[in-house]
C-alpha cells in the first residue's frame, strides 16, 4: 500500500493516539517523500502534489459532515499537523529529485557537448596535419573531411549559444521580417547542403509578413531544423523551406525526403538525447532545442510524417499586424 491509501491508514493510526506520537509523524513524512517522489515520475506539477493532499483534506472534512461524525478540536489538529508534514514532505522529496535529475541532465549534456566537439576539432587536426604533410592533395577527401567537420563545429557552436540563451530565459522579442530570417537560413543552409550532398530548395515569402521573436533564437531554430533535415535526408535528395499565412498564423515548414518514420515515432523526436535513423553523429538535442526556442518565442513545433518519402517539421506562430 503506498500514496494516499498508505496515509489515510496512517492518519487513523495517528489519530487512534492522538496527541500524535513522533514515530506517527515520522511514518507520514517517510511515506509522504516517496508519494511526491512517484508523483514526480508519473509527471506531475510540485502543485498537483500540494492539491493531491489539499484534495484529500476536503474530502475528508465533507465525509465528516455528510454522515454526521464531527471532528473533535484535537483530532483536528492531528489531522492538518499530519497534513502539513505530508505536504511538506512530499514537496521536499518532488524538488529535491527533480533538481537532481535536472543537473544530471546538465552534466550529460555538457559532457556530451564536449566528446563531440573534441572528436570534431580532433579529426580536423589530423587531416590538417596530413594535408601539410603533402600526403593528401587540398582538393581530395581529406580537405572534404575538414569542410565537413567544420561545418559541424560551427553547428553544435550555434546550438549550444541558443540552448545557452533559453535556458537563461534571457530573450529579446521584437518585429522581426520573416523575409530577412528565411533568407539568412537560406545562405547559410545552400552551403550545409553541399556539404551532405543534398539540395535545398526555398519558396519565396511574402516581405510584408512580420513576426515577434528574438531573431537570435529563431536563426538558430531554423538552423537546426534545416541541419536535421539535410543530416537524414537521403544523397542527392531535396530539402524544402517555405512559409505561409493562414489568418493571423505564419506557418514554416523544413520538408525532408528521410523515407519517413516508424509508427508512433513522431512525438520522440522532441526528446532529449534521442536520434532517428542509423546516423548516430551528433547530440540528439537538434529538435529538443528547436522546440524550447519556439516556445520561447510564442510558437510551436510540430512534425508530419509522409510514409516512404520523409517529414515536415512546422513552426506555428501568431502573425504580427
Known amino acids: 500500500m503506498t500514496g494516499v491509501p498508505l496515509f489515510l491508514q496512517q492518519l487513523a493510526d495517528a489519530l487512534e493516539r492522538t496527541p500524535s506520537t513522533a ?34 483534506c476536503q474530502a475528508i472534512t465533507e465525509l465528516a459532515a455528510e454522515i454526521d461524525a464531527p471532528i473533535t478540536t484535537d483530532e483536528f489538529h492531528t489531522l492538518n499537523l499530519s497534513l502539513d508534514n505530508a505536504i511538506a514532505e512530499a514537496v521536499a522529496a518532488y524538488t529535491m529529485i527533480r533538481e537532481r535529475k535536472q543537473t544530471e541532465n546538465e552534466t550529460e549534456r555538457s559532457g556530451m557537448f564536449a566528446h ?28 572534404a573531411m575538414v569542410t565537413r567537420n567544420l561545418h559541424a563545429i560551427t553547428t553544435l557552436i550555434d546550438r549550444a549559444l541558443v540552448d545557452v540563451r533559453l535556458d537563461s530565459g534571457n530573450t529579446r522579442r521584437q518585429r522581426t521580417h520573416l523575409f530577412e530570417l528565411v533568407e539568412e537560413a537560406e545562405v547559410a543552409g545552400t552551403m550545409a547542403a553541399v556539404v551532405h550532398g543534398v539540395s535545398l530548395t526555398v519558396d519565396s515569402t511574402d516581405h510584408a509578413v512580420d513576426i515577434d521573436v528574438d531573431a537570435q533564437i529563431f536563426a538558430g531554430v531554423l538552423a537546426n531544423l ?17 512559409t505561409s499565412v493562414v489568418g493571423d498564423r505564419v506557418k514554416i515548414d523544413v520538408e525532408d525526403e528521410c523515407g519517413g518514420l516508424p509508427a508512433g515515432k513522431a512525438d520522440e523526436l522532441f526528446l532529449a538525447f534521442q536520434q532517428r535513423g542509423t546516423n548516430r553523429s551528433g547530440l540528439g538535442l537538434g529538435l529538443f532545442i528547436s522546440r524550447k526556442g519556439v516556445e520561447a518565442n510564442g510558437g510551436a513545433l510540430r512534425v508530419r510524417d509522409i510514409p516512404g518519402t520523409g517529414c515536415v517539421f512546422t513552426i506555428d506562430l501568431p502573425r504580427m499586424i
Open 23 to 56: 514515530e506517527s509523524t515520522g511514518a507520514i513524512e517517510r511515506s509522504a517523500a516517496l508519494h511526491g517522489a512517484a508523483l514526480l515520475a508519473r509527471g506531475y506539477t510540485v502543485a498537483q502534489v500540494v492539491h493531491d493532499y489539499g484534495d484529500l
Open 116 to 143: 563531440e566537439l573534441r572528436n570534431r576539432v580532433s579529426a580536423v587536426q589530423l587531416a590538417f596535419l596530413t594535408i601539410k604533410s603533402g600526403r593528401a592533395p587540398l582538393g581530395g577527401s581529406v580537405a
Open 226 to 242: 534545416l541541419q536535421n533535415a539535410f543530416k537524414f535526408t537521403k544523397a542527392g535528395g531535396n530539402v524544402t523551406l517555405r
